[in-house]
């Protein structure tokens, strides 16, 4: 019997406990390990001075998380131009105070929002396993799925009110403009796809006239929203959702993107292309994570710097 179960029983062992040691990394370590992403990207007019932007993205707060909280506060060091927040700021509807104090140093800078689904709804216990096969049945939350039953509703509402006050934009189906250093931004944003509350149509028709750069901005990368920013002419979007993957193997990346966007742009610049317009599109990974699966691995949490320079620099 020793000689027949003994060996299987040595590799059973061992791997559970790398199991248990990657598991205590990735929750306790790395899902922790705040990081910076500094990226540049040119799309501003010939002669313009660059303008740097703070991303911020997929933050998921929960009560507690101090030093989240922290590391978020001590980004208003970067003295950005303006900051871009990209949506699911909550994972947990008591966490509403403690967010605004965590970005509360950010909104003393101008900046424009768009929301997520974990915004307006609170996430649910599912097994992680099942993004694995939503990807291959070609289901992405609530394209592809049934309408969620039972959702725990967020208090968005006072969330949003924060940053309207601070005079933050709302670009949920909408349009805004802000102006910095001489120059016109113009902002075209979605509501969240994933749950199907874009509404393109209400705001298509391309870059605004006299805007000396215009942005799409959305949080879920959904094709359908990229190959509407990118066939009307925006040269740059912004957007998050994807968590970078969340659990990556090492050397080779994502599995899953949750969104029908591919594995190789799930963070980071990349570009996207259609009807022969090319954007420069940028997916932040997030700094947080669904309150029930708290743990990320070879994919750091993170906010961006984009630093935007004239396009002949």
């Not at 061992?14 to 929750?27: D, E, H, K, P, Q």
């Not at 933050?59 to 927040?85: E, I």
């Not at 963070?267 to 997030?286: F, I, P």
């Amino acid at each position: 019997m020793r000689a027949r179960y003994g060996v299987p029983l040595k590799i059973t062992a061992v791997t559970a406990a790398a199991g248990a040691v990657g598991l205590a990394y990735a929750a306790g370590f790395e899902a922790r390990s705040f990081r910076l992403r500094r990226v540049t990207i040119p799309v501003l007019p010939h002669g313009a001075r660059p303008l740097r932007v703070l991303q911020v993205s997929d933050v998921h707060m929960v009560s507690g998380q101090r030093k989240k909280r922290a590391w978020l506060q001590s980004l208003a060091g970067l003295r950005p131009d303006f900051v871009v927040n990209t949506g699911d700021n909550l994972s947990d509807p008591e966490a509403v105070p403690e967010l605004l104090d965590a970005l509360g140093p950010l909104m003393e800078f101008p900046g424009v929002y768009v929301f997520g689904s974990n915004d307006y709804y609170g996430p649910k216990l599912r097994n992680p396993a099942r993004y694995l096969f939503e990807k291959t049945a070609g289901k992405h939350g609530l394209n592809g799925n049934a309408p969620a039953v039972g959702v725990v509703h967020n208090p968005w509402e006072p969330m949003r009110d924060a940053f309207d006050e601070a005079g933050w934009l709302n670009l949920s189906n909408t349009r805004g403009r802000l102006k910095l250093d001489g120059l016109e931004l113009a902002f075209t944003g979605l509501d969240d796809p994933h749950i199907k509350r874009d509404r393109y149509a209400e705001v298509a028709g391309g870059p605004e006239s006299g805007a000396d750069l215009s942005i799409g901005v959305v949080h879920a990368p959904y094709l359908r929203s990229l190959d509407a920013f990118t066939s009307d002419g925006y040269p740059l979007i912004l957007a998050g959702h994807t968590h970078g993957g969340q659990l990556c193997i090492p050397f080779y990346g994502a599995l899953v993107t949750n969104c029908d966007l591919d594995t190789d742009r799930v963070k980071g610049l990349s570009s996207h292309s259609v009807d022969g317009n090319r954007a420069y599109l940028h997916v932040s990974a997030g700094c947080g994570t669904n309150r029930y699966t708290p743990v990320r691995f070879a994919c750091p949490p993170e906010a961006t710097l984009l630093t935007l320079t004239a396009r002949d620099a």
